[in-house]
């Protein structure tokens, strides 16, 4: 049916790789009726994916890769609802040396590949992580001592609580957003 074109609307989401160029070609004319589930056709869209796909400079691509976005929140082919942000979490006194994927600012474990998994150590073996700065360092590391030697857990209580404001914030906000305009009237 979606690869049909009948449908009014569906709901789903997508995880882009971190380079964009195959979530890229979804969205060109060629994939009508295969990856291009939108129905969604624009000629310089496609020119301009030939372009960056073939480009050598690096800012020359990203300014046509940016002008494709542009293109499409414009046209709308997709009307995105939510942008989903992944939690992780990750037990430093047992395991390190996760490198964010992109770096900087990326994900830990639900990457492109088994890299992360081949170069995670226990926590007691990891030393420096091979002076990868970006990678999650061993617990003992990542714990400052004031001068009597105790622990920051009580900088962690106070961003930890305001942390917790925000969520169920978040949450009351989200409640009443999802009355009807007549219950809000």
């Not at 492109?112 to 150590?121: E, F, T, W």
């Not at 961003?159 to 999802?178: F, H, P, S």
Request: glycine share 10%; aromatic share 12%.
């Amino acid at each position: 049916m979606i690869l049909e074109g009948n449908f009014d609307a569906f709901q789903w989401g997508w995880y882009v790789e971190p380079d964009p160029d195959s979530m890229l070609s979804y969205l060109t004319c060629d994939q009508l009726g295969g990856w291009n589930d939108a129905w969604y056709c624009d000629e310089e869209y496609d020119r301009l994916y030939k372009e960056q796909n073939a480009a050598l400079d690096e800012n020359e691509r990203v300014e046509k890769v940016k002008r494709m976005q542009q293109i499409l929140f414009e046209d709308s082919p997709y009307l995105v609802t939510a942008f989903n942000t992944i939690g992780e979490a990750v037990r430093t006194d047992r395991f390190a040396c996760f490198q964010p994927q992109p770096d900087p600012g990326g994900i830990w474990l639900f990457q492109y590949g088994i890299r992360n998994y081949l170069q995670a150590r226990p926590a007691a073996e990891a030393g420096d992580c091979d002076g990868i700065s970006s990678a999650v360092l061993p617990a003992a590391s990542l714990t400052s001592t004031d001068d009597d030697g105790g622990s920051n857990s009580g900088t962690w209580l106070v961003v930890g609580g305001l942390a917790a404001l925000v969520v169920v914030g978040g949450g009351v906000w989200g409640m009443k957003r999802r009355t009807s305009a007549g219950d809000r009237e």
